[in-house]
DNA sequence: CGGGGTCTTGATCTCAATCAACCAATGTGG
DNA sequence: CCACATTGGTTGATTGAGATCAAGACCCCG
């Protein structure tokens, strides 16, 4: 099945029925190049964009969300996609009836959302801005509400998406961590957080 | 002809054919309020949400963007609308053919781009910050390449969307002017800066 | 007039950036 | 299989940029 689809996607796992599953830390496409439009099942996917000075940050796409949606637009992608957390991610909008406009109300209505909570997450003390970003994350997880567990991203990442040094978030870490605020669990190349969603 | 439309916007001014203009400063509307979509025609927009302690920002529109799609969606606004300087509106997605799927997918795009666009005014130093901040507004009324006046929002809304204090900002602005980098004009009530747009 | 809002400037302090080592785990090549 | 390099994470010492606190200027409006 999954054959159907031209896959270009770096990285790439074919799970079947067209999805496909990319290790933590692995790019899913770069900017630039052509390709299609997905939607998140599972993980955390971090967007950048080419800034002046290299790709910088660009906005996160949680479990649901639809990413690379400029190509159907434009035929290739304006922004990098990588994976923070192991994701799966099926074919979007190939499907000529997904691209009707409750569809793209809908995806419209979450990107500018999840924009909100991207800025958000350079707001605060290093504490707030690290445990809302936990939570944000948690959040594309739950489906019922509850305590889920949720793949930590390198600290690198969590340092250029709030804004912070890597030394900053490995400190924080550290301390919530001592304090008991932060249950995590793991080797230091395979961490997990319990979180508490609400 | 602009009295077919349910004019829920507060501070607006009927300029006919539907346009309203609204003043520097003053709400366009507010989250949770009932009412519909609007294109931005000339200058920037603040958009906040309502966070866990009050309003925070969460989004700017230049002209040209769209605001309030959600409204297409779930009937009332999830984010506030505020004018940082003085803003023309005109309905959008009233009419049946506006909401084509190459239309809502333009609004996308755009929308992604701006998000992007955002979370870059909270990199880098003060001056970093304001000069893009600046740049952006700049290219909302840049039609041609060249140099274009824009008006300066107020310190306080400068400092929340860069993620610094009025009193930073007021300092860095002071010194670009020193320096000559800016060219403020005006009192102190209505401000004008002189920016190069690329 | 008085009062509230915005902006400015000064003095001080704090917290995160910076610089620098070091460790553990992994990968690589002979 | 061992030496070596690399990468990601941790920890310590120091510093400085921006936050904070405070006061005054200015302007507009009632």
Do not use: C
Request: proline share 3%; no cysteine.
């Amino acid at each position: 099945m999954s054959g159907k689809h031209d896959l270009r996607v770096a990285n790439a796992i074919d799970a079947g029925e067209g999805w496909h599953a990319i290790a933590r830390g692995k790019g899913i496409y770069e900017a630039g190049q052509a390709g299609g439009a997905w939607r998140v099942m599972l993980g955390v996917v971090r967007l950048d964009r080419i800034g002046e000075e290299g790709p910088e940050f660009g906005g996160l796409a949680l479990a649901g969300d639809v990413i690379g949606a400029e190509t159907l637009l434009l035929g290739s992608y304006t922004f990098a996609a990588r994976a923070l957390t192991p994701v799966m991610i099926e074919p979007w909008g190939a499907v000529a009836e997904r691209a009707s406009p409750e569809v793209l109300l809908q995806a419209l209505t979450t990107t500018e959302d999840r924009a909100a909570d991207t800025l958000a997450l350079r707001n605060g003390s290093p504490d707030r801005r690290i445990n809302r970003l936990l939570a944000l994350m948690g959040r594309g997880l739950a489906h019922g509400r509850k305590l889920v567990r949720v793949a930590l991203p390198q600290l690198r990442d969590i340092a250029e998406m709030t804004g912070l040094t890597v030394e900053t978030v490995s400190r924080t870490i550290s301390r919530l961590k001592e304090t008991g605020e932060l249950d995590v669990r793991g080797n230091s190349r395979e961490r997990q957080v319990w979180v508490t969603v609400k």
